[in-house]
């Protein structure tokens, strides 16, 4: 069974331009995530998705951060535009439901210049 | 606000055993896990305790949970150097079952 894919694997943009990842999660898990993962920390949720719906976008930041799952299967995070302080890696994980195991995708290592 | 703190690093020798440690702050978490992250790759459940239990062995993992003192820990026996990762523990709290990560502990493994 393939487990959660993401998309590019790297990205490395120069600040103010956009940027796009995107996320295929396990088939049949209804709950998805993305997480931002800075050098030396934990993940950080930056939304959490039920199906189609963002159930927890709190921690999102919505002046240049945008995310959708249109059919409730995979994903795409956008940052327009990029900071220098958006340098990480944008991991996406996937589970059964929200109180399920989640499975990661390898992340996205983002470089803004 | 919630908090789970671990050590950065942990140095051991090939065939010790490892104990990782983490505290954390919110006493109604509802599971506790550890995750494995090697190099370029994403993380990888480990094992998990359930917030009930005290001990789960799982063939070289043995998870403790010291819940009055928010305590746990990761011990791995005979480590190898495939054990070579960062380690990270987690608190799941709250309805939506919200995890709340530590910053991971590096295991080193000395020859």
């Known amino acids: 069974e393939a487990g959660v894919v993401q998309s590019p694997r790297y990205k490395i943009i120069e600040k103010k331009q956009p940027v796009a990842f995107w996320c295929n999660p396990i088939s049949g898990h209804n709950t998805l995530y993305w997480y931002l993962q800075n050098l030396g920390q934990g993940p950080e949720l930056l939304i959490r998705?039920?199906?189609?719906?963002?159930?927890?976008d709190s921690q999102l930041p919505k002046d240049r951060f945008s995310a959708e799952r249109l059919k409730g299967v995979d994903s795409t995070l956008k940052i327009q535009p990029a900071e220098l302080g958006d340098s990480a890696v944008y991991l996406c994980?996937?589970?059964?439901?929200?109180?399920?195991?989640?499975?990661f995708g390898p992340g996205t290592r983002l470089t803004v210049l | 606000g919630e908090d789970v703190e671990q050590s950065l690093f942990l140095s051991v020798r090939e065939g010790d055993s490892s104990v990782i440690n983490c505290t954390y702050t919110d006493s109604s978490s509802t599971y506790l896990y550890w995750y494995k992250q090697e190099p370029g790759a994403g993380l990888q459940l480990l094992t998990y305790?359930?917030?009930n239990m005290d001990m789960k062995q799982d063939q070289r993992l043995t998870v403790l949970l010291n819940k009055k003192d928010k305590h746990l820990s990761l011990r791995i026996a005979d480590t190898q150097t495939g054990d070579s990762a960062i380690y990270f523990c987690?608190?799941?709290?709250?309805?939506?079952?919200?995890?709340?990560w530590g910053a991971g502990t590096k295991l080193i493994i000395k020859p």
């Open positions: 987690a608190e799941s709290i709250g309805s939506n079952y919200q995890l709340i």
């Open positions: 998705y039920e199906n189609e719906e963002a159930v927890d």
């Open positions: 994980a996937s589970s059964l439901g929200s109180n399920n195991e989640q499975f």
């Open positions: 305790i359930f917030s």
